[in-house]
């Protein structure tokens, strides 16, 4: 994101949460991920309010923010909706789904996760962009799209990664980096400090956190690690670990 963006999302967030005060009452805004959720907390802090996130399902990485006065409830009003094409007769996937959404010209900001299924897709919005949608978001690639909203949350099935077993030297973040994404304690640790590394959706810049069994590490441009187990000292003093990996296709 570069500084005026940045700057744009800040001032906006900081407007969302003074309104939330001035009208004492939820103001629901766009939706956030990685630092973004920080921004909003410490801009909810500032105009003492509070802030609350929501995408729809356990392990969403994107979440909508609602800033609502310390108290009450928040307000979320993102719809799900759900996109099916002929799967029979075309193939389509998470790449060919977003890059057409992108291609829109919509801002991000817009919608949260978009989860590809074998024959249909799910996909978390703005109620302004679950009217536009239908109409404008017609094909895929070559596959043709039909769009409605979903009355109802879907049942959404955790995805499968593939699992990791390694032993670390330690539970420190740039250390089980390092064994999910098979590079260099080094290289692990630039990827940190460059802040394109989030634990648990919030951007982590510390090389020495200390992570525990559960743990979800988001990564740009790669996918995602859940540390999944964590075993018992070995003689060499090292720690055996179950990873469970979800690179992006």
Do not use: Y
Request: contains cysteine.
């Amino acid at each position: 994101m570069v500084r005026n963006e940045e700057e744009q999302l800040r001032l906006r967030l900081r407007q969302a949460a003074e309104r939330a005060n001035r009208l004492d009452r939820p103001v629901p805004d766009r939706f956030v991920t990685g630092v973004e959720r920080d921004w909003a907390i410490h801009e909810a802090r500032q105009a003492g309010v509070a802030a609350s996130f929501d995408g729809g399902w356990a392990d969403a990485e994107r979440a909508q923010v609602c800033f609502h006065p310390a108290g009450d409830d928040p307000l979320f009003t993102a719809i799900w909706l759900e996109i099916r094409w002929p799967a029979k007769f075309v193939r389509c996937d998470h790449r060919d789904l977003l890059g057409s959404l992108m291609a829109l010209g919509m801002d991000r900001s817009f919608f949260g996760d978009l989860i590809a299924m074998e024959d249909h897709a799910c996909l978390l919005t703005l109620p302004e962009m679950a009217d536009r949608l239908p109409v404008e978001w017609q094909k895929a690639g070559s596959a043709p799209l039909t769009i409605r909203a979903l009355e109802e949350p879907p049942v959404i099935e955790a995805p499968q990664g593939t699992m990791l077993r390694d032993t670390v030297p330690s539970l420190r973040l740039d250390a089980i980096l390092s064994s999910g994404m098979k590079l260099s304690r080094a290289r692990a640790a630039e990827l940190i400090r460059e802040g394109a590394v989030a634990v648990d959706h919030r951007q982590e810049t510390r090389t020495d956190r200390l992570l525990t069994e559960g743990t979800l590490l988001s990564i740009r441009g790669f996918g995602r690690i859940r540390l999944l187990e964590v075993g018992q000292v070995t003689r060499k003093d090292r720690l055996p670990v179950q990873l469970e990996l979800f690179r992006k296709s």
